[in-house]
Nanobody
Framework: QVQVAESGGGLVQAGGSLRLSCAAS????????MHWYRQAPGKEREFVAT????????YYPISVKGRFTIYRDNAENTAYLQMNSLKPEDTAVYYC????????WGQGTQVTVSS
């Protein structure tokens, strides 16, 4: 059974930075892609970033492009989300998902950006 676990959330002031980690663990799996999504209170889950494992190709929505960077450590089956220039509107629970190829979700980590 494969599990996905996020870490690295917390409280940061506007303009600050945080790095989230997403580690996949288990036996006999191969990662196709890893994704980050976020969900703010009262809002739908929103796409934040994707990395295609082979080739490390990345995708971002306009809302975070240029501020957030997703990258991976292939040996550790871990994806990272470096978040810079954080804004209060980035406050949300951040979820990681791994496509192995079925999608496995983590439990989420809270990110709070104060103004």
């Amino acid at each position: 059974q494969v599990q996905v676990a996020e870490s690295g959330g917390g409280l940061v002031q506007a303009g600050g930075s945080l790095r989230l980690s997403c580690a996949a663990s288990g036996s006999s799996f191969s990662i196709d892609r890893m994704h980050w999504y976020r969900q703010a209170p009262g809002k739908e889950r929103e796409f934040v970033a994707t990395i295609i494992w082979k080739g490390a190709i990345t995708y971002y929505p306009i809302s975070v492009k240029g501020r957030f960077t997703i990258y991976r450590d292939n040996a550790e089956n871990t994806a990272y989300l470096q978040m810079n220039s954080l804004k209060p509107e980035d406050t949300a629970v951040y979820y990681c998902a791994a496509d192995i190829p079925q999608r496995i979700w983590g439990q989420g980590t809270q990110v709070t950006v104060s103004s």
